[in-house]
């Protein structure tokens, strides 16, 4: 007799991984998987009443030891409801955008806050983009026809900051942000990381500027504000200010111009 798979003579095996095979897209009310307490998704331990009313645990904490919808005294862990929020899984808000992940359904929201595609803006009035920071790049060279500035990182370089805003790309893709506003006192400019998350970037950057003639040099070294744009440019961001002599061209706003040194430094997670 040929040997055969243990589950392969089992009925319930084989009913098994039917279903594992067809048991892919179901359409549910989402909110039956929120605690009709506090109405955040249910994530395990859930908890029930003798009746099967559930309960979320920190609700289960809070509440006195007696139902919030029949008053019968005492809960129990509910297993079946737990398997069920474990197995649902739903699609990133921002599939849209690129992003494939099935994400379990109570994990979706911590999941968005950080997802890679989330979406960024563009801070000029001139274009309303909106997507991730891969069609940001994309957009930037089809539709403005710009050339992002590539930089290595911990290597310093020089280049024109102009007035406005230009983009910076990194070694591994990572965009950055360079601004410069003209005010009365000189060229105000800063630095961001684009990411659609705003959470503190893991960049560094030393700005410089410098004018032998003058015997003036200027330095300044900051941990980069990370941004999506959303809100334009963030009002908590470092300002770097080149006085108005060692600008080039403010006969008009739009062309003022400095030659800055740009170093820019990933910090180790
Ligand atoms: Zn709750
Ligand atoms: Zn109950
Ligand atoms: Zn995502
Ligand atoms: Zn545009």
Not at 43 to 72: E, K, M, W, Y
Not at 117 to 146: I, K, R
Not at 165 to 191: Q, R, Y
Request: glycine share 6%.
């Amino acid at each position: 007799m040929a040997p055969q798979h243990p589950e392969e003579g089992e009925w319930g095996g084989v009913a098994k991984r039917r279903k594992a095979a067809t048991a892919t897209d179901v359409s549910m009310e989402l909110d039956i998987l929120d605690c009709p307490v506090c109405y955040h998704p249910l994530r395990p331990p859930i908890f029930q009443c003798s009746v099967g009313h559930v309960a979320c645990s920190s609700c289960c904490a809070n509440l006195p030891d007696r139902c919030h919808s029949c008053s019968t005294t005492g809960y129990n862990r509910c297993y079946i409801m737990e398997h069920v929020v474990d197995s649902t899984k739903v699609p990133c808000l921002y599939g849209n955008l690129g992003c494939t992940k099935k994400i379990t359904y109570y994990e979706k929201e911590d999941h968005e806050k950080v997802c890679p595609h989330g979406p960024c803006f563009w801070p000029e009035t001139d274009c309303s983009f909106c997507g991730s920071t891969s069609m940001l790049h994309e957009h930037f060279a089809s539709v403005h026809m710009w050339h992002c500035i590539r930089l290595s990182y911990n290597k310093a370089f020089r280049f024109r900051v102009a007035q406005g805003s230009t983009v910076l790309e990194g070694e591994d893709g990572h965009l950055f942000l360079v601004n410069m506003v003209l005010e009365p006192v000189g060229g105000v400019i800063s630095l961001f990381s684009i990411q659609p998350n705003i959470t503190e970037s893991n960049f560094k950057c030393k700005l410089a500027v410098s004018c032998p003639e003058m015997s003036y040099s200027q330095v300044s070294q900051f941990q980069m504000r990370s941004t999506n744009l959303f809100d334009g440019l963030p009002k908590d961001r470092f300002l770097f200010v080149v006085p108005k002599v060692l600008l080039r061209d403010t006969s008009t706003n739009a062309t003022a111009s400095v030659s800055v040194s740009v170093s820019v430094t990933l910090i180790p997670p």
